[in-house]
């Protein structure tokens, strides 16, 4: 059964906006949703940093900022470990204990620097709860998430100019059926 369900497609094309869309949809139908989002950060029209979120608690930091500074470098960007590990990880774990649909946003080339990361991504797939993800277009570059892409229990799809309105309704719906199949295999003691 396919109960992790990844999202791709060239940047700026809307995956995270997908995410929240399919976040308040779940929440509608009174899911609960927890996990960590990502989203730009611009300073007069320039992006200066990428922020991450939890959402259960609101918090926010840097997954990377701009400019020199400590951590490991991705193009113009140093990625920001301390507050991956405590505000990214520490979501998806608060979201392992407390959330009955797991979000993930992104695992990419950034992310990738951290092995708590990596650790607790592959955690929360192996676990009896639906996971919606981003994850990087470029993903067959690296073995860790060539491996991911490679699990029988995902889905993947790609986000296009054509299909990105319709694509909330199609995964919202693939993610409930999904956690009532799961809820169907616990009750039947599977």
Do not use: W
Not at 15 to 42: D, H, P, Q, Y
């Amino acid at each position: 059964m396919k109960k992790n369900f990844l999202v791709t497609g060239r940047p700026g094309i809307g995956k995270t906006t997908l995410v929240l869309r399919v976040c308040e949809a779940l929440r509608r139908n009174g899911v609960v949703v927890g996990g960590m989002v990502s989203s730009e950060e611009r300073v007069a029209g320039r992006r200066t940093g990428f922020i991450i979120k939890d959402l259960i608690t609101g918090k926010q930091g840097y997954l990377a900022k701009a400019g020199p500074g400590p951590g490991p470098r991705v193009g113009r960007y140093h990625v920001v470990l301390s507050d991956l590990n405590s505000i990214g990880v520490g979501a998806i774990r608060r979201a392992i204990r407390e959330a009955e649909v797991i979000v993930i946003d992104e695992i990419g080339p950034m992310e990738l620097y951290s092995q708590e990361f990596k650790d607790t991504v592959v955690s929360a797939l192996d676990l009896q709860k639906p996971v919606l993800a981003t994850i990087h277009i470029r993903a067959n570059r690296y073995p860790y998430t060539r491996a991911i892409l490679a699990r029988p229990d995902v889905r993947t799809y790609t986000v296009t100019l054509a299909n990105r309105n319709t694509l909330p309704s199609v995964l919202t719906k693939e993610i409930l059926t999904a956690m009532g199949n799961i809820r169907g295999e616990i009750g039947a003691g599977g």
